[in-house]
């Protein structure tokens, strides 16, 4: 079983920054690849990105691709994603999540055992 418990929500204005981040406990973080999916309302959930075990691979949705950046910290059982030049279309709901397979680099959340609860991203333009 893992918990994870994702932080770093807020409202701030398009061209801004803010850090998520997901903490996690219980099984294994650091044999676990990771992913943030977001959920705009009345859309579906979404991949953003995605990173391995060992954080030596990352993979983003062409959307936020040099404006976002997933890292990890296995000491302490967390995984990042920074958000820069953040715009109105980036508001939604954004979850972590995580897959056992520790190599996986996957955009289909059907592949992913665990999730946080989510946390509210709120881009003013």
């Known amino acids: 079983q893992v918990q994870l418990v994702e932080s770093g929500g807020g409202l701030v204005q398009a061209g801004g920054s803010l850090r998520l981040s997901c903490a996690a406990s219980?099984?294994?973080?650091?044999?676990?690849?990771m992913a943030w999916f977001r959920q705009a309302p009345d859309k579906e959930r979404e991949f953003v990105g995605a990173?391995?075990?060992?954080?030596?691979?990352?993979s983003y949705v062409d959307s936020v691709k040099g404006r976002f950046t997933i890292s990890r910290d296995n000491a302490k059982n967390t995984v990042y994603l920074q958000m820069n030049s953040l715009k109105s279309e980036d508001t939604a709901v954004y979850y972590c999540?995580?897959?056992?397979?520790?190599?996986?680099?996957?955009?289909?959340?059907?592949?992913?055992?665990?999730w946080g609860q989510g946390t509210q991203v709120t881009v003013s333009s």
């Open positions: 999540a995580a897959n056992p397979l520790p190599f996986s680099i996957n955009r289909n959340s059907a592949n992913y055992d665990y």
């Open positions: 990173i391995t075990s060992s954080g030596g691979r990352t």
């Open positions: 219980g099984r294994a973080f650091s044999q676990q690849s």
